[in-house]
C-alpha cells in the first residue's frame, strides 16, 4: 500500500526567504513521486516528478526536490519564494505497477508575505 | 497542445437526480482517471481508464460510475445524488498508464 504525509497543513514565508514543504512516504514497491501546485479555484499542476532517476529532481519555477529512500522523503525546496507560489502544494505518490492510482497528501497551503 | 478539457465548470443539482461529467484528455493520451476533492476527505481517487478499460477502482459506492470512448474521452455519472456529492471532480490524463498525470480545471459540483 502507498500513503503519503505531508508534514506541515500550513507553511509561511516571507517574499525572498526559502521555502520547505515536506513531504515523507510510504509504499509496498518502488515509487514514483510527484509534486503538485493548485492555485485558487483552479486545477493541478504538475512541478516536478521522480521516476527512479537522479534523485535531486528540478522543477518548473525554480522549485526542487530531493528523494531519499533512507528517509522516505520527498521535500519541495525553493530557494527565494515569490508572491505567486502563493498556492496549496500536494505531495503524490504512485507505486510503479501497472494500474495504480495516485495517492495524495492533505496538501499545504504555502502563503508568501511582502 | 491543447490540455484536459473537462465540461461543465460548474453545476448545480438537487439531491436525488444524477449528473454526468466529460473529460477530454491530451490528444494522443490513453489513460485516463478520476479524482474527487473536497474540503474534508482532500483528493480522492475514483476511477482510471486505459483503452476503454476500467483498470483501477477508487473505494466509492457504486453510484458513481464511469467510461471511456474509443477517442479515449471520459465521462462519469453519478447518480441519486447527496449531498454530501458536493465536491470538485477532477480528470487527469496520462499518455500511457503509470506515467505522470496532467489534470484538468475540474468540474465544481453543487448539490442542494
Known amino acids: 500500500a502507498q500513503s503519503v504525509t505531508q508534514l506541515d497543513s500550513h507553511v509561511s514565508v516571507s517574499e525572498g526567504t526559502p521555502v520547505l514543504l515536506r513531504c515523507n512516504y510510504s509504499?509496498?514497491?518502488?515509487?514514483?513521486l510527484f509534486w503538485y501546485v493548485q492555485h485558487p479555484n483552479k486545477g493541478l499542476q504538475l512541478l516536478l516528478k521522480y521516476t527512479s532517476a537522479a534523485t535531486l529532481v528540478k522543477g518548473i519555477n525554480g522549485f526542487e526536490a530531493e528523494f531519499k529512500k533512507s528517509e522516505t522523503s520527498f521535500h519541495l525546496t525553493k530557494p527565494s519564494a515569490h508572491m505567486s507560489d502563493a498556492a496549496e502544494y500536494f505531495c503524490?505518490?504512485?507505486?510503479?505497477?501497472?494500474?495504480?492510482?495516485?495517492?495524495f497528501g492533505k496538501g499545504t497551503t504555502l502563503s508568501v508575505s511582502s | 497542445k491543447a490540455g484536459v478539457t473537462q465540461t461543465p465548470r460548474y453545476l448545480i443539482k438537487t439531491r436525488g437526480q444524477q449528473v454526468t461529467l466529460s473529460c477530454s484528455p491530451i490528444?494522443?493520451?490513453?489513460?485516463v482517471s478520476w479524482y474527487q476533492q473536497t474540503p474534508g476527505q482532500g483528493l480522492q481517487f475514483l476511477f482510471e481508464y486505459f483503452s476503454e478499460t476500467q483498470r483501477n477502482k477508487g473505494n466509492f459506492p457504486g453510484r458513481f460510475s464511469g467510461r471511456q470512448f474509443s477517442n479515449s474521452r471520459s465521462e462519469m455519472n453519478v447518480s441519486t445524488l447527496e449531498l454530501g456529492d458536493s465536491a470538485l471532480y477532477l480528470c487527469?490524463?496520462?499518455?500511457?498508464?503509470?506515467?505522470?498525470?496532467?489534470f484538468g480545471q475540474g468540474t465544481r459540483l453543487t448539490v442542494v
Open positions: 509504499s509496498s514497491y518502488s515509487p514514483s
Open positions: 490528444s494522443g493520451h490513453r489513460s
Open positions: 487527469a490524463s496520462s499518455a500511457i498508464e503509470n506515467t505522470e498525470a496532467f
Open positions: 503524490v505518490v504512485r507505486a510503479n505497477q501497472a494500474g495504480t492510482a495516485l495517492i
